[in-house]
RNA sequence: GGUCCGUUCGUCUAGGGGUUAGGACACCAGAUUUUCAUUCUGGUAACACGGGUUCGAUUCCCGUACGGACUACCA
């Protein structure tokens, strides 16, 4: 068996589409099941769409989520360069070589020429207007020109472009890791431009080309290309490669949450999640659009869930590492259908392993925000925050969310609990629990604990009745970590000024 | 329009000629937590439709419907 070589080969024209990280994950999960190289191949062929900072954008993505890559842009290796862009005399070589061997030839329409062409196809009532076999003969190219006007065409320096002249009515097959077989009837496929008149050769050319000449032993792409892949098929033959011919696999594409179709920027935006893996501004328009890892979503964690959009492992495990993955990973595992983006399950996935830091960790990201914020605080208090607060969390800022009430007291109190649970019981209680409090030693959890139910006990009152009120007027909230705990954390001093502080305000309603 | 691809709970999916069609997310309910969350237990919920083949089809075949991709000198 030939080693595995696959490649991911996106095209810097704007940020990098979750979609495109999920073909780049299965790339490497292959490549390094088999001790396979991973390659970057960036595919710049088109230069009016290129944008700055595309490429590297590529690059920190890759980096963010742990993807390595082996060999290509940014890391060198035997079959630089990498960028398109920079190989455009080796595909004008293969394109002359087609040409010369009859597979190919040159057109000098205009575009005008190609619109009259599809009008009176049109008119004809051809089902698709294609420049092929049924048409190439009408058109202003070198099998309809003498030879040597073309010369003089091309001596001139008149613009054309390179076509593939696609054989009529021919079955081309392949065979697809996904799908099976696929049989397309070449008169389907028409006459590509396989170099530009730019000099650039398109995506066909140089795909196939550059596939051949960095001996890729699995193309895996989304699905989009399985239409265009029996002309690849095509372009392995003419220029005798069929033997090197990779393997092909079309990944399934991923959907919009909702209705049908492919998930696109707009539907993010609309549903208010990011498509981005990281934060990109459009260069054009400066627009930011916020993503993933600026949302608060972990490397591993959308790993997992993007490794799961479209492959499973057959068994029930669900949770996996990038180590497991590639243990586990399989193409014959890839489904078929497209999968729709499911937000919800990639945030459980982040809470998943959220909760699986250290508090150490969380930490980090709460003492993070406070600096921000302009909040001085200890590792030790942060770290107890964020003990309190680790099972209540999705995203690394609802520590911050939640946990903000550490360091301000409530000014304001929910409105629903102060008519249901403010009550003359719990202002007797609340004014004997101040009392208690400053004796209480040590301010633990457990020690306050007692104090309170030894108040509730002398009153004759439930502790949980009063519960509620007393979280209220220590948060202004009905919800929120274990209040024991919050109390220690508070400190004795702070826990009775908010519980003053509501009793001096709410006095009027609770008695 | 044409070509190609697809279709199992709301979503991601397992399964595969005879199963109580399994799991996860979400949702709902109960339990525990003297609050909230967590956790635990349970529940609702699916083989697109029509023909074959077969003793038997959700599974195989053919159609239909629906959905999607492609149909550029874009990738």
Redesign the pocket.
């Known amino acids: 068996m030939k080693p595995v070589r696959v490649r991911f ?3 810097p ?1 704007g940020a990098l589409h979750i979609g495109g990280v999920r073909t780049a994950l299965y790339n490497y999960l292959l490549a390094r099941k088999h001790n396979g190289t991973m390659i970057l191949r960036i ?1 710049d ?2 230069q ?2 290129y944008v700055p900072g595309a490429e590297e954008y590529i690059i920190n993505t890759l980096n963010w989520v742990g993807i390595q890559i082996d060999e290509g842009v940014g890391k060198g290796g035997p079959h630089a360069p990498y960028r398109q862009s920079e190989r455009k005399s080796i595909y004008k070589q293969y394109a002359q070589q087609l040409v010369d061997e009859g597979n190919a030839y040159y057109a000098f ?3 005008q020429d ?1 619109e009259t062409m599809r009008e009176r196809l049109k008119a004809a009532g051809d ?5 092929g076999s049924g048409s190439r003969m009408q058109m202003n190219n070198s099998l309809t020109l003498k030879k040597e006007e073309v010369d003089n065409k091309l001596a001139a320096g008149d ?1 054309y ?1 390179i076509r593939l002249k696609v054989p009529a009515n021919q079955e081309v097959r392949l065979t697809d890791l996904i ?7 070449s008169s ?1 496929i ?1 006459d ?2 396989l170099m ?3 000099g ?5 050319l ?2 196939v080309v550059d596939d051949y000449l960095m001996k890729i032993s699995h193309v895996i792409r989304g ?6 892949a029996p002309l690849h098929v095509l372009l392995y033959q003419f220029l005798s490669w069929q033997n090197e011919m990779p393997q092909f696999a079309h990944l ?2 991923l ?1 919009k ?1 909702d ?4 998930l696109s920027k707009r539907d993010a935006d609309r549903m208010g999640f990011p498509i981005f893996p990281l934060n990109w501004t459009d260069p054009a328009t400066q627009e930011l659009a916020t993503g993933f890892k600026e949302s608060g979503f972990l490397p591993e964690a959308l790993i997992n869930f993007l490794a ?5 492992p ?1 068994t ?1 495990k ?1 949770i996996f590492s990038m180590t497991e993955l590639v243990e586990a990973f399989s193409i014959e ?1 890839i ?6 983006f ?1 937000i ?2 990639s ?2 996935f982040n809470q998943h392993y959220l909760r699986a830091k250290p508090d150490k960790e969380l930490a980090d990201y709460l003492l993070a925000s406070l600096t921000s914020e302009g909040i001085s605080c200890s590792n030790e208090k942060a770290e107890k925050i964020c003990f309190a607060l680790r ?2 969390i999705t995203f690394p800022h609802d520590l911050w969310e939640q946990g903000k009430i550490f360091f301000s007291a409530p000014t304001t109190f929910d409105e629903q609990i102060v008519s249901k649970k403010w009550n003359l019981d719990a202002v007797r209680t609340l004014s004997g629990f101040i009392d208690a409090i400053k004796t209480t030693q040590p301010h633990s959890a457990d020690s306050i ?1 007692s104090s ?2 030894k108040v ?1 006990g002398e009153l004759g009152i ?3 009745q009063i ?2 009120a007393l ?1 209220m007027s220590l948060t202004g909230g ?7 705990l919050t109390m220690e954390i508070l400190g004795a001093v702070e826990t009775v000024n908010r519980i003053k502080y509501a009793l001096d305000n709410l006095k009027a309603k609770g008695s």
């Open positions: 080969a996106p095209s024209t595919e062929t088109d009016n769409r329409d205009t575009e190609l089902a698709n207007q294609q420049y613009a472009v799908r099976g077989e696929v049989v397309v009837n389907q028409d590509k431009v530009k008149s730019d650039m050769p398109t995506y066909h140089a795909n699905e989009e290309w399985l239409p265009s399934p594409l959907l949450p209705g049908n179709g492919k799961f959009l479209g492959w499973n057959g029930e669900e595992r489904g078929k259908a497209g999968a729709k499911d919800q399950k945030q459980w099972e209540r604990k309170l139910e509730t439930k502790t949980g519960l509620q979280r009905a919800s929120g970590p274990d209040l024991m």
